[in-house]
């Protein structure tokens, strides 16, 4: 998804200026601040979701939790222009602010736009986030102390961030602070998801495929084409037809693989046919989806799709799917895979991860799921 987190990760020197800037205006923030303490009984939050899809629907159980733990709460959220869309597929927020990132002044008025009892910033590392925090009309602020990225300055409190978790339990780390909030799944903020689309009903029983990643080093967590057209061919063999998914921007790459399955096979692409919520529809009543780690990947796992993930770089312990009907596939060791942690952390010459998944071993895990 294109965002200005992406723009920062995408080379090293976005992060150098992101670094050296932010690092000491942050130190500077938080010498000469006052110590302010938690409001009695906070009632308005805020919450800055400028992270990609799937960061912003795992961090979506902040919602949940202060719906059901606060009284007369009021949820105001704080989002970039690449998320607003899946906000419409979450309950319990009462307004959005788009705040262009790119545009500094105009982000700082946006983040001063409404005040708030409590912000929450759900970033990780970009220091950036963390200066618009400490700008923010808050009486409180809380965020995540990440090891190495010194950007605990901006906050009233500094909440530990840990490599050594999944990233859902990080983001409900953030509720701590808050009197009686007690975390709730994510898929509690999911709004109630209609029916698929009448002509893509109708191909029932289907299997939705979503080849495609996004980011930073995108093509580092695809699979082969080959692979996928493999795949395709060998679950139609099992009954079933296929959807391939995608964004608008991938149609040309979802119709190729299209193309290079078998003529006959019953598989179409609906890359950029449908909505984001309409795709949701489509997931809940697919048979099975199969997703590189990626927004969709989420959000079939928190609809509780039967859900086959493809890990390669990015780590299952800390991103994997979270639904109860999942299995998560990564390369056997001694593959030196799964070492994204954060998003950007390549070694100089990373393994080719996502080629060293077999098609037999994705078959026997889906095979499992249609029974």
């Known amino acids: 998804m294109p965002s200005t987190l992406s723009s920062i990760r995408e080379s090293a020197l976005p992060r150098l200026v992101d670094h050296a800037a932010g690092t000491p205006l942050l130190w500077l923030w938080g010498a000469c601040r006052r110590t302010r303490v ?38 105001t959220v704080f989002a970039s222009r690449g998320n607003l869309g899946v906000l419409a597929l979450l309950a319990g927020i009462d307004a959005v ?7 500094p002044l105009h982000a700082f008025a946006a983040i001063r736009s409404i005040a708030v009892d409590v912000m929450f910033d759900i970033g990780q590392w970009p220091r950036w986030y963390a200066l618009l925090c400490a700008a923010s009309r808050s009486r409180y602020t809380i965020g995540f102390a990440t090891p190495g990225q010194w950007r605990h300055y901006a906050y009233d409190r500094a909440v530990p961030h840990g490599r050594d978790v999944h990233e859902l339990a990080n983001f409900q780390r953030l509720l701590e602070p808050i009197p009686g909030a007690s975390p709730l799944p994510p898929e509690r903020a999911l709004k109630p998801v209609g029916r698929p689309p009448a002509a893509i009903g ?3 029983p289907y299997v939705v495929m979503h080849p495609w990643a996004s980011g930073f080093r995108f093509a580092s967590r695809e699979w082969p084409l080959a692979r996928w057209s493999e795949l395709i061919a060998r679950t139609c063999a099992l009954g079933m037809a296929v959807l391939v998914s995608g964004s608008p921007a991938d149609r040309p ?19 950029g046919d449908v909505s984001l919520a309409e795709l949701a529809a489509v997931l809940q009543a697919a048979a099975a989806v199969v997703a590189v780690n990626t927004g969709v990947m989420h959000l079939a796992a928190l609809l509780d799709a039967p859900l086959v993930a493809l890990h390669g770089p990015t780590s299952r312990r800390r991103w994997g799917p979270v639904g109860s009907r999942s299995i998560a596939l990564a390369p056997p060791p001694p593959a030196a895979c799964e070492f994204l942690h954060l998003g950007f952390e390549y070694p100089g010459r990373p393994a080719n991860c996502m080629e060293r998944i077999e098609v037999d071993e994705v078959l026997a895990a889906l095979r499992s799921l249609l029974r």
Do not use: K, N
Not at 97 to 103: A, G, I, N, S, Y
Not at 253 to 271: D, E, H, K, Q
């Open 38 to 75: 938690p409001p009695a009984a906070p009632r308005h939050f805020g919450l800055m979701m400028f992270e990609t899809i799937g960061d912003t629907l795992l961090a979506a159980s902040l919602i949940a939790s202060l719906r059901a733990s606060v009284p007369d709460v009021r949820v």
């Open 97 to 103: 602010v788009d705040v262009p990132l790119t545009r």
């Open 202 to 204: 109708a191909c029932t």
């Open 253 to 271: 790459r979802a119709a190729a693989l299209v193309a290079r399955c078998p003529g006959g096979l019953p598989v179409r692409s609906i890359a």
